[in-house]
């Protein structure tokens, strides 16, 4: 049974309709899996920070006892200095990673290279079409 014009076009419109709706879900999918590693980065990020300024509260503490045991005896200024210069360096150290975790721009990067490439290739269709 052969199918007239209307029920050719409402099929066609149903196919392409179907073809969008399953192209939409698979980049909403992907935005949602970005959103999650985004959350996921954000959270490290808030513990490497909490991390560095317990370390730099530990080591001005520290500093603090280095200053007030100068007038004591001998060796007690020695592991004062060292526990004070290695939490210090951890601090820094933590601090320098929590500043390149936030300068990285990944907010949706996959999502967005996908519908450009969609968008290309539209493009693309679109211009083939009108050479015919």
């Known amino acids: 049974m052969a199918l007239g014009p ?8 149903r196919s392409v309709l179907g073809t ?3 192209n939409g879900e698979t980049r909403l999918r992907l935005a949602v899996l970005e ?3 985004e959350r996921a980065r954000l959270l ?6 909490g991390a560095s300024l317990l370390l730099f509260m530990l080591a001005t503490a ?9 007038f004591w005896d001998s060796y007690r200024l020695l592991a004062i200095g ?12 933590l601090a320098a990673v929590a ?3 936030a300068r990285r721009h990944t907010l949706l990067k996959d999502t967005l ?16 079409r009108q050479k015919r």
């Open 6 to 13: 209307g029920q050719r076009v409402i099929q066609a419109v």
């Open 82 to 93: 060292a526990c004070a210069v290695v939490l210090l360096l951890a601090s820094v150290v």
């Open 113 to 128: 290279s996908q519908l450009a490439t969609d968008r290309a290739l539209l493009e693309q269709r679109n211009d083939a």
């Open 99 to 101: 500043i390149r975790q």
């Open 62 to 70: 520290s500093m603090t006892a280095l200053v007030i045991a100068i």
């Open 20 to 22: 969008l709706v399953a």
């Open 44 to 49: 490290t990020l808030i513990l490497l920070a």
């Open 35 to 37: 959103l999650e590693e």
